[in-house]
C-alpha cells in the first residue's frame, strides 16, 4: 500500500471516530438533559405538593412526596433531641403515614448527619451497620441523609430516605433531598419555636393559677382568727400533746391529729406546718366532710376543663397547691373510698393524675390530717382502708378534750375575753365568780370552740364589764349530779356510766341548741354556728344521738 493510500485510511478511520465521539457527546447531552427535566419535574412535583402547607402537615405532605417521588419505602424527617436521641417528625413507610418513633443515633449512618456531613449508602448498608437492628427489619439496603440547619447554622435535624435495594440514582436523591432540606430545616426551626412559646404560654397560666390560688388561701390564712400562739393552757394534758407537736414538726412524717371537735386540731396542725422546714409555703386546709362525694377527687387532685359536666375550666387540685408545703386533712375519716385510694398513692409515691388527665403531676408535700373519729371502728366497718390509716398513722397526736384541762378554763376564757374587747371596743374584765364556778363544773361537749361562743354570746350580751352566764343555758341543761363533780375527776378515764351520762349531757345540750333556733341547722343564726360545729358534722351527731327535728326540736 502506497503511502497516499496509507494516509487516507487513516483519516477515515479518525472521522469514525469522531463521529462515535459526537454520537456518545449527543447522547450524553441528550441524557443529562433528560435526567436534568426528571429531576425539575421531580422538584416541581414536590414543591406544589407541600406549598400551601407549614407545621407537621409540611413534614407529612413534604414525606410522603418525597417517598413517592423517589419511589423508595421508607423517608422521615427527624428533629434532634438532647445527647444522641432524636425524634421523627413524619414518618412515611410502604406510602403510608405512620407513627413517629424515638431512636438513639448510635450505631446508624444519622449519627453523622447530625454532626453536619451528607451521608450516602447506595448499597451494602446493612454491611455498614451491622449491628443495628432497625436496619435489620428495614432490610435496609441503601440510604441517603441530609442535615437540617437552622438560622445560625446548627444541625437541628435530618432528612433521610431508605429503601430495601441498592440505588442506581443515589446522585438523584441527594439532590432532591438538599433542595428541601433548606426549607425543612426553616420550618422545623419555626415549628420548634412555637411548641416553646406554648409551653412557655402554658406555664405562665400555670404559675398564674397557682399564684392566684396561693392568694386565696393567703388572704385566708391571714382573715383566720386561730394560730398556734392561741393554743392557751399549762395542763399536763395540753402540754404532752404540745410537746410532741414540737418534736416532730421539723420531720417531714405524716401526723395524725385525733380529737373531739371544738378541741383544737387544727390549731395543732397550723402550730406542726408554722415550725417547719416547710412554713416558707402555705398550709392548704381541706375539710373532707364538707366536700359533695362526687366532688372529693377534683378538689383534693384537680381536674382539666371538660373533665365532667360543669367542668367548664381547669382547676388545680388542692395537693398541687401544697407543692412544697403541707396539706391539712380534716375530717379525714369522711372521705369516700374511692378518694381513699388516690390519697393512699399519693402518700406513697407523692403523685396523681388530675380528673380527666393522663398526665402525672409530681408533687412534694407533708400530710397532716385529723379526724374525731374512731377509724379502727371504721376499717372493722369497711368504711376505711387499714392501708391508709397505716400510712395516716406514721405520728398520732391526741388532743385533749377541754374537760380533761379543766384548769385551762380560766386562762381560756380570759384570752378570749381580751379577744372580745378589742373586737367590739369596750373593756371586758372577764366573769363574775358564779359564772367561773358553772363554767369549772361543765362537761363541753363542744371544747375549746363552744367556750369560745359562750364567751362571745356573754360579751355580746353583757351590760358591762363582768360578764355572766345567765340565761346562757349551761348547767340548767345536763342531767342531776352530771355538773357537781369535782373537776379533778375529769382527768379519770370514764366508765361505762359516766360514757352514758356524757353522751346524756351533749344530747340535751344540742336539743336546747335546737330549740333556741327553731330546730334551724345552717345559717348565721342555725345551732352549727352556736354550737361552733360544721352543718354536716352537727347532723352526723344528731344521728348518733337519736335526735331527730320533726320529734324533739319542736
Known amino acids: 500500500m502506497n503511502p497516499t493510500d496509507l494516509h487516507d485510511e487513516r483519516i477515515a478511520a479518525l472521522e469514525l471516530e469522531l463521529r462515535r465521539a459526537r454520537a456518545a457527546l449527543d447522547d450524553a447531552r441528550a441524557e443529562h438533559v433528560t435526567e436534568r427535566k426528571e429531576i ?19 413534614f407529612a405532605s413534604l414525606i410522603r412526596h418525597v417517598a413517592a417521588a423517589l ?83 446548627d444541625v437541628i435535624g435530618h432528612l433521610v430516605v431508605i429503601d430495601d435495594k441498592a440505588s442506581t440514582r443515589d446522585a438523584l436523591w441527594l439532590s432532591v433531598l438538599q433542595t428541601f432540606a433548606g426549607r425543612a430545616g426553616a420550618e422545623l426551626e419555626r415549628q420548634q419555636a412555637d411548641e416553646k412559646l406554648r409551653a412557655m404560654f402554658a406555664e405562665v397560666e400555670r404559675l398564674k393559677g397557682q399564684l392566684q390560688a396561693d392568694n386565696v388561701y393567703l388572704q385566708e390564712e391571714i382573715r383566720h382568727e386561730h394560730n398556734f400562739d392561741e393554743m392557751v393552757g399549762n395542763s399536763p394534758a395540753l402540754l404532752d400533746a404540745l410537746n410532741k407537736a414540737e418534736r416532730v414538726a421539723p420531720i417531714d412524717s405524716t401526723v395524725l391529729i385525733l380529737g373531739e371537735t371544738g378541741s383544737g386540731k387544727e390549731l395543732f396542725a397550723r402550730a406542726i406546718h408554722s415550725r417547719s422546714k416547710r412554713s416558707h409555703r402555705p398550709l392548704v386546709k381541706v375539710n373532707c366532710g364538707s366536700i359533695a362525694p362526687g366532688l372529693v377527687e377534683s378538689e383534693l387532685f384537680g381536674h382539666v376543663k371538660g373533665a365532667f359536666t360543669g367542668a367548664i375550666d381547669k382547676r388545680i387540685g388542692r395537693f398541687e397547691l401544697a407543692d412544697g408545703g403541707t396539706i391539712f386533712l380534716d375530717e379525714v375519716g369522711e372521705l369516700p373510698l374511692e378518694a381513699q385510694v388516690k390519697l393512699l398513692r399519693v402518700l406513697q409515691e407523692q403523685e396523681f393524675e388530675p380528673v380527666g388527665s393522663s398526665r402525672t403531676v409530681r408533687v412534694s408535700v407533708r400530710v397532716i390530717a385529723a379526724t374525731n373519729r374512731d377509724l379502727d371502728q371504721a376499717v372493722r366497718e369497711g368504711r376505711f382502708r387499714a392501708d391508709l390509716l397505716y400510712r395516716l398513722n406514721v405520728f398520732p397526736i391526741e388532743v385533749p378534750p377541754l374537760r380533761n384541762r379543766k384548769p385551762d378554763i380560766p386562762l381560756l376564757v380570759a384570752f378570749f375575753a381580751a379577744a372580745m374587747a378589742r373586737k367590739i371596743g369596750r373593756p371586758i374584765q372577764g366573769f363574775s365568780a358564779r359564772s367561773v364556778e358553772r363554767l369549772m ?100 351527731r344528731m344521728k348518733k344521738l337519736g335526735i331527730s327535728l320533726s320529734r324533739d326540736a319542736s
Open 441 to 540: 363544773r361543765y362537761a363541753w361537749p363542744g371544747n375549746v370552740r363552744e367556750l369560745q361562743n359562750v364567751v362571745e354570746r356573754a360579751a355580746i350580751l353583757a351590760k358591762g364589764p363582768v360578764l355572766d352566764l345567765e340565761g346562757m343555758m349551761l348547767d340548767d341543761q345536763l342531767p342531776k349530779g352530771s355538773v357537781d363533780e369535782p373537776a379533778a375527776t375529769a382527768s379519770i378515764p370514764p366508765d361505762r356510766a359516766s360514757t352514758e351520762r356524757l353522751r346524756d349531757v351533749e344530747r340535751l345540750h344540742i336539743l336546747g341548741v335546737l330549740k333556741s333556733t327553731g330546730g334551724v341547722v345552717e345559717g348565721a343564726k342555725g345551732a352549727a354556728m352556736i354550737l361552733g360545729m360544721h352543718p354536716n358534722t352537727l347532723r352526723s
Open 71 to 153: 419511589g423508595v419505602r421508607y423517608a422521615y424527617l427527624a428533629e434532634c433531641l438532647e445527647g444522641t436521641m432524636a425524634r421523627s417528625r413524619a414518618f412515611c413507610r410502604a406510602g403510608e403515614m405512620a407513627d413517629n418513633f424515638r431512636y438513639d443515633l448510635t450505631g446508624t449512618p444519622c449519627l453523622g448527619v447530625i454532626e453536619g456531613r451528607t451521608c450516602c449508602y447506595p448499597e451494602k448498608l446493612q454491611q455498614f451497620f451491622p449491628q443495628n437492628e432497625a436496619i435489620k427489619r428495614m432490610r435496609a439496603e441503601a440510604y441517603v441523609g441530609v442535615p437540617l440547619r437552622n438560622s445560625v447554622g
Open 40 to 58: 425539575e419535574a421531580l422538584l416541581q412535583t414536590i414543591a406544589e405538593g407541600t406549598a400551601a402547607t407549614v407545621g407537621e402537615a409540611f
